[in-house]
């Protein structure tokens, strides 16, 4: 059997498996994103937009199809990370997939709502009608399969005027130790006007089977809001994670947001922006560190709708071993945007001869009023710098870890919360001391 049709057959058996479940009955959101799945299917081999990161072929070798969208079993295991002590006033846990009261805390906040998402599709109906029916849609396949297959998710609403100085701390776990997890979870964040939210979310797996993990967020910041959005995937083992992550701006509103991947067996992260305003701001910060036989693989979008609109994008990668990293960053400037000014870098060393990064910066410009550039650089570790520490009296691999540390410094030091800021060097420094 060829490659080609041994995707198409575990393709169909996804959808076959998704129609059995009832998915494809549950909702029209449901219906029609499953309707899409079935035209498109997984992405093959010669998909542009997955050609360097083979996700279907990777998740056929370790899933029957039928498990990808079948419940995994529960798990009890406890979460262990600094972060609940670091935040402990708002914590929300999904184990295996499913809503953990047991392990999540709520603090009331006067104009803060946080639900389970299928409790406030019951009781917030309305508003998540209002503000979410017609919300930008991924049209990524893992995307669609998620949208359709959903078990689970939270909703945030932040009204308007309110500034929640505590962030929300997501953690997404999952236990392989009584078998295979596969999980697919949903968030949806209203932030109204001039109200200030932040969101951590991390990722945490236990054990050494396969676990396969699909994320969708969908995030609306009305006018003069602020969001801060940070990502932490700091897994080892087999879990493989695709995010698609929507992030919509109205007038004057910022966002900034901040993607840290740190381990993991194959992460893919879509992050669209999405500046439907004039006078936004949209930072975002990435931090990719790969070994072994690990593939990242980040793609962003920013489209700048409106004029007067700022963004600027700043992605960072060490690739070590036999590793991949993957950077595919767009900046798209509509005619009626004039007075956008719109910056993008990506910057890379390679640690080892094997290690890869398939980089593509791009703009698409329909306005002639503006201010955007894209870059991307690709090198090695600096051995006159790394000779000249060594010859200081400092071990090499403490003079290797400075080094990429220094390197990893201009992304960290972005983070305006100085106590996350603490908690992330610190496990950065850690990982490069300990295993680069």
């Known amino acids: 059997m060829s490659t080609i049709t041994e995707k198409e057959s575990f393709s169909q058996s996804l959808i076959n498996s998704l129609q059995a479940q009832g998915y494809s009955n549950d909702s029209q959101a449901r219906k029609v994103a499953f309707e899409e799945l079935k035209k498109l299917g997984l992405p093959e081999a010669k998909s542009e937009e997955y050609k360097f990161t083979p996700i279907t072929r990777i998740l056929s070798k370790s899933f029957d199809a039928k498990e990808l969208v079948t419940e ?59 503000h979410f029916k017609n919300f930008p849609r991924s049209k990524d396949p893992f995307g669609l399969l998620n949208a359709a297959g959903w078990q689970d998710g939270l909703f945030v609403h932040v009204e308007k005027n309110i500034a929640v100085s505590s962030p929300l701390v997501v953690i997404n776990q999952h236990d392989t130790n009584e078998g295979k997890v596969s999980s697919h979870s949903r968030l949806l964040v209203l932030i109204e006007q001039s109200a200030e939210f932040s969101i951590i979310e991390k990722t945490n797996t236990n054990g050494t089977l396969p ?40 007038n004057s509103s910022r966002t900034d947001t901040y993607t840290f991947t740190l381990d993991g067996k194959l992460i893919r992260n879509n992050l669209s922006i999405l500046i439907d305003g004039e006078g936004c701001e949209s930072h975002f910060f990435g931090l990719y560190l790969t070994k072994g036989e690990a593939l990242v693989d980040n793609h962003t979008v920013v489209d700048h709708m409106k004029p007067n609109s700022f963004s600027n994008e700043l992605y960072k990668g060490l690739m070590d071993e036999k590793s991949k990293g993957v950077f595919n960053g767009k900046i798209y400037v509509r005619p009626h945007a004039q007075k956008t000014n719109a910056f993008q870098s990506n910057r890379n060393i390679l640690l080892s001869d094997t290690a890869t990064i398939n980089t593509k910066p791009q703009l698409e410009i329909w306005a002639d009023d503006v201010k955007c550039s894209h870059g991307c ?14 010859s200081r009296g400092i071990p090499k691999s403490t003079a290797k870890a400075m080094l990429l540390y220094a390197f990893a410094g201009e992304v960290l030091e972005a983070i305006t919360d100085e106590k996350l800021r603490d908690y992330i060097d610190g496990v950065v420094s850690e990982r490069l001391h300990k295993n680069f």
Do not use: C, M, W
């Open 211 to 250: 676990a396969f993990h699909s994320l969708n967020e969908e995030i609306k910041v009305q006018a003069n809001a602020s969001f801060k959005y940070y990502k932490i995937q700091n897994d080892p083992g087999e879990l493989v994670q695709v995010s698609n992550t929507t992030i919509y701006q109205e």
């Open 72 to 130: 995994s079993i529960a798990s009890e295991a406890k979460v262990e990370d600094r972060l609940l002590s670091e935040f402990p006033e708002n914590v929300v846990v999904f184990s295996n997939g499913r809503y953990d009261e047991s392990q999540s805390s709520l603090k009331a906040v006067k104009g803060l709502t946080i639900l389970p998402l299928k409790q406030a599709i019951n009781e917030k109906s309305e508003i998540i009608e209002t």
């Open 377 to 390: 650089t690709t090198g090695q570790l600096d051995e006159e710098a790394l000779f000249y520490l060594q």
